[in-house]
Every structure is written in structure tokens, then in C-alpha cells.
């Protein structure tokens, strides 16, 4: 692939600004509000880092679309270099759909999104799910709750978005089956687990996570 060619990759990382009680809010009752702040600052630090990494050996520019927090506290807390701005108003799908179609507008020809709650996540899939977009239209990163951790575009598509039921556990297999509807080379990375439920949380003892987190209260 040529070198110019890299340089519309664009990698958008969906997160939200670690406030308590106002992130995380399914793991509140098992770790209460502030634990469940610090988890997700956690976890979407270390996907940061992810994308960092991946930045140094890929011509991909890397996006913050946040909810939550004050531009001022964000700019502090994201890095540097990372382009920094609001999610869209609407469902889950409508900010996704918002998302890849600026992008696309924007000249980029393949478009990653990921999301902020998924501690396996490592660059070399992320490199995969770029290299998948140069022969496929739509590439997945199944999580095991059902959802996916990564979705990503090598052309605008907004409707692959409608008739999807939003956090539930039919999200990945609906999204595949409009995608297959409307004719859409698909490519699906490894199936990965997220914390996103009190029960996910067992996954955080795993010793492929490079961050430590004790779920017992103290």
C-alpha cells in the first residue's frame, strides 16, 4: 500500500468522560459510582495507548469522540496529538452513522471505531482491521456479550444503522444481517470480551490485561 494512501486511515475511539455517576452506570451497583469512574478512566487509557502504539508504526490519524466532561478537562486528560470532539446527539447508532459519514466526507477511505471498555484490545488487531477494509466493505470485532468492541467502514453506509436494537445482546448478529441484506463484504476480527456488566467483571483478573483493577470493596 502506498504511503499516501495510509494517511486516510482515521481510527475514532468512542468514550465517555469518567464522572461518577455518570459512566459505567450498569457496574455502579457492584462497584459503586467513584470504582466505576475509575474503571472506565482506566480502560479507556489504556485504549489510548493501544491507538498510540499503533499510530507509531501506521499513518492512521486517531479521533476522540467523547460524551460527558468540559473540552477543557478532556484536552487535559486525552493525548495529545488526537483529535478531540463531541459525539453526535441521538442513539447509539445515529452517532456511529454521524461519525463514519464526517469521516468519509472528510477524504478518509477507511474507518475504524472502537470502543472504550474492551482491555484486550491490542495495535496488531487494530492493523488487522485496517488491512481487512482493503478488501472488504465492513470489518467486525465480535464481543462476547453479543455486541462488538470495533466496527469499521471502507465506504459510507447510513443504513446499516436503522432496525438495530441498541444494548442488547442482538446487536452483532442484526448488524450482520443488514450488512449481508445490503450486499456488504463482511470480515469479522477475533471475538473479545468488554466490561460492560457486573458479571464482566471477572474478566478484569485476566493476566493478558495490562492494567491492574481489585473488584473486592475495600
Request: with cysteine.
Amino acid at each position: 500500500m502506498a504511503q499516501a494512501d495510509l494517511t486516510r486511515e482515521i481510527l475514532i475511539v468512542f468514550t465517555r468522560f469518567p464522572q461518577p455517576g455518570q459512566t459505567k452506570t450498569r457496574l455502579i451497583p457492584a462497584l459503586g459510582a467513584a470504582r466505576a469512574a475509575d474503571l472506565q478512566r482506566m480502560m479507556a487509557e489504556y485504549t489510548f495507548t493501544q491507538c498510540c502504539e499503533l499510530a507509531h508504526k501506521r499513518n492512521v490519524s486517531i479521533a476522540v469522540h467523547y460524551e460527558g466532561g468540559d473540552e477543557r478537562a478532556l484536552r487535559r486528560w486525552i493525548p495529545s496529538g488526537m483529535i478531540c470532539m463531541p459525539q453526535s446527539k441521538g442513539s447509539l447508532g445515529e452517532r456511529l452513522a454521524h461519525s463514519f459519514a464526517s469521516s468519509f466526507t472528510a477524504g478518509m477511505k477507511r474507518v475504524i471505531i472502537v470502543g472504550s471498555d474492551c482491555p484486550f484490545l491490542t495495535p496488531e488487531i487494530l492493523a488487522d482491521g485496517f488491512d481487512l477494509l482493503q478488501n472488504n466493505d465492513l470489518v467486525i470485532g465480535p464481543a462476547h456479550d453479543g455486541g462488538y468492541y470495533l466496527i469499521g467502514l471502507s465506504k459510507p453506509d447510513r443504513l446499516m444503522w436503522a432496525d438495530i436494537d441498541w444494548g442488547t445482546d442482538k446487536v452483532l448478529q442484526q448488524t450482520i444481517e443488514i450488512a449481508r441484506n445490503r450486499g456488504l463484504k463482511l470480515a469479522l476480527l477475533p471475538s473479545l470480551a468488554d466490561i460492560d456488566r457486573p458479571e464482566d467483571l471477572q474478566n478484569l483478573n485476566d493476566p493478558r490485561i495490562g492494567f491492574h483493577f481489585f473488584t473486592n470493596r475495600e
